[in-house]
């Protein structure tokens, strides 16, 4: 009687995905933080703030980073306002000189692969990927130059993990014991492993620009889940 009665609270509970999202995330309710990080990321962040002044970036009232503690083994890091801020007002400014996008991508030294391969790099032959393909090529080649890009100080702050469906074993996707969920899973997974393999085969013909390490697609697939955690349409 317990156990159905129970059962019945949980589906008679309208469930909200939004709310539970914020539950884990610590949104909307006291949530620890601490504005210390590793040592070994201080001077990371440091060059990125000195970075983002010399290119005449503009952030106020806030303080980053912060590492937020939603659950004992649950962190991520964002930031926190140091002073009331008013409605409307503007808190951080990013200058376009300092933002990656496709054109600073395909105007690169990397311009000559883009055009010799129209299958992968063109709208016209690869509607669907062509920017992609554009904007992980240009990121990592820039990350392969390590301290002599251009973008070392924002690339440097990255993480190298992320918590996304991309990153789970099968075991942990299983426990989900969502069909949908999991076939969507396994639908992405297949997807960008056959997009990288294209994008392999071609870029492998340029070791003169591309490390192995460097394509691989442990990198291909981190590349591939920061645009589509950071990458935003620019309305033409």
Request: with cysteine; aromatic share 18%.
């Amino acid at each position: 009687m317990e156990a159905n009665a129970k059962k019945n609270m949980i589906f008679d509970t309208e469930f909200s995905f939004c709310d539970f999202f914020n539950y884990q995330k610590g949104i909307s309710r006291p949530t620890n933080y601490s504005l210390e990080i590793p040592e070994a990321l201080v001077i990371k962040w440091n060059n990125f703030r000195k970075w983002l002044d010399l290119h005449g970036a503009s952030y106020k009232k806030i303080l980053c980073p912060a590492i937020f503690t939603a659950h004992p083994n649950i962190t991520y890091t964002g930031m926190v306002a140091s002073e009331d801020i008013d409605y409307d007002e503007v808190i951080v400014s990013i200058p376009s000189s300092i933002i990656i996008n496709t054109e600073v991508a395909y105007c690169s030294e990397l311009n000559h692969i883009f055009k010799e391969n129209p299958k992968l790099f063109s709208k016209k032959e690869n509607s669907r990927y062509w920017e992609d393909y554009i904007m992980m090529s240009y990121i990592l080649y820039e990350k392969q130059k390590g301290e002599k890009s251009f973008w070392y100080p924002y690339l440097s702050i990255l993480s190298e993990d992320y918590d996304c469906l991309l990153n789970w074993d099968e075991e942990e996707i299983n426990e989900v014991q969502d069909k949908i969920l999991i076939d969507d899973a396994e639908s992405q997974f297949t997807e960008v492993t056959d997009c990288w393999e294209d994008w392999y085969d071609c870029l492998k013909k340029y070791p003169e620009y591309f490390e192995e390490e460097y394509i691989s697609f442990v990198q291909f697939k981190w590349c591939y889940i920061l645009i589509y955690t950071r990458l935003f349409c620019m309305l033409q």
